[in-house]
């Protein structure tokens, strides 16, 4: 007998990947999504509560799909967590318009269409639980993130909105709010252009990038993020907000809400811009 049903999106890598594993190992039937699967996870019970389905986001027909896929699995959809995301690095004005559609249309328009593929179903139930995964960006910038950051904000608000309109049918929504994790596979991210030494972004450009991968490399295990996301799901009334990050990371979104913006955006500079060491 499954705990549950849960669709997660985005999971063929990274936090996506561990947060499909938890929630099998915890007995509950997982339909994962995502473009390409690496190598079938070896068999195990938990293994076999694991389905894994084509999902491209961004693609109508690929989005029905999955849906008419993961139904004839089961007949029930009693957890969405959404990981899907993509990112890409560079200066505002070198990031093309292009580039934040393409954003955008993974992070959070895919999002706003597989929620709303999920609602009717949670509707009927009378229950469900909407787990969507934004970040430390999604509560304040970093510098040469922005079309990521954009989208993470987008998913705050519109987060809030669905909140309230969707308690009265029992239907609950989780933020999960990352610090930096180690994961983030290379084909997800994408480098907007300032490498080239004549553009005026290059060297504080490629000052931050490093930053932003050393701190990544350095993050938290995804094993133990998945494990806190099915834990919040198992309770009756999910937090709305579940933030896993070290503490610097716990501070930074504190001293955002508390100083005045000038004196964050200088803190958060001199930490991208001097390779780390503020
Ligand atoms: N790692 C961190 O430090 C960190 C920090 C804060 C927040 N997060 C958030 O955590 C989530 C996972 O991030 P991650 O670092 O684990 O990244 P990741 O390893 O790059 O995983 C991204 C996932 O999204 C999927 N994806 C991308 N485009 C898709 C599309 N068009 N259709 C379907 N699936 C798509 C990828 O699968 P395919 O490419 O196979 O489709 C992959 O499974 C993201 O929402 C990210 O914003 C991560």
Same mark, same amino acid.
């Given at each position: ?6 669709? *997660? ?21 997982? *339909? ?79 999002? *706003? ?11 009927? &139930?009378? &229950? ?16 040469? &993130? ?5 989208? +993470? ?18 239907? &609950? ?54 494990? +806190?996301? *099915? ?48």
């Amino acid at each position: 007998m499954n705990k549950g049903t849960a669709w *997660v999106i985005g999971a063929s890598s990274g936090l996506g990947l561990a947060t499909a594993e938890a929630f099998a190992a915890d007995g509950w039937l997982v *339909v994962s999504g995502a473009r390409r699967f690496g190598a079938p996870l070896p068999s195990t019970p938990a293994a076999g509560r694991l389905h894994t389905l084509p999902l491209d986001v961004t693609v109508p027909a690929s989005r029905a799909a999955f849906v008419d896929a993961a139904l004839a699995i089961s007949p029930r959809v009693d957890a969405l967590i959404y990981c899907a995301a993509v990112l890409v690095l560079g200066p505002c004005e070198h990031t093309g318009v292009q580039e934040y559609e393409r954003v955008m249309q993974t992070n959070f328009l895919g999002l *706003v269409s597989m929620v709303n593929a999920a609602l009717p179903i949670m509707r009927t &139930q009378g &229950q469900g639980k909407l787990i969507l995964f934004s970040s430390i960006n999604g509560l304040l910038g970093i510098p040469y &993130q922005s079309a990521y950051t954009a989208s +993470k904000h987008a998913m705050e608000g519109y987060a809030e909105c669905l909140a309230m309109e969707t308690a009265r049918f029992g239907i &609950q929504v989780c933020l999960v709010e990352p610090g930096d994790h180690r994961g983030g596979s290379q084909h997800t991210r994408l480098h907007a252009a300032c490498a080239d030494a004549d553009n005026p972004y290059a060297a504080s450009c490629q000052t931050a990038l490093g930053v932003i991968h050393r701190d990544e490399t350095g993050g938290l295990p995804p094993q133990m993020l998945g494990q +806190k996301v *099915v834990r919040n799901a198992n309770r009756k009334r999910m937090r709305f907000r579940l933030r896993v990050a070290k503490p610097d990371q716990h501070l930074a979104v504190l001293l955002h809400k508390l100083l005045p913006a000038r004196l964050n955006f200088r803190i958060l500079t001199d930490y991208y811009g001097k390779g780390g060491n503020t």
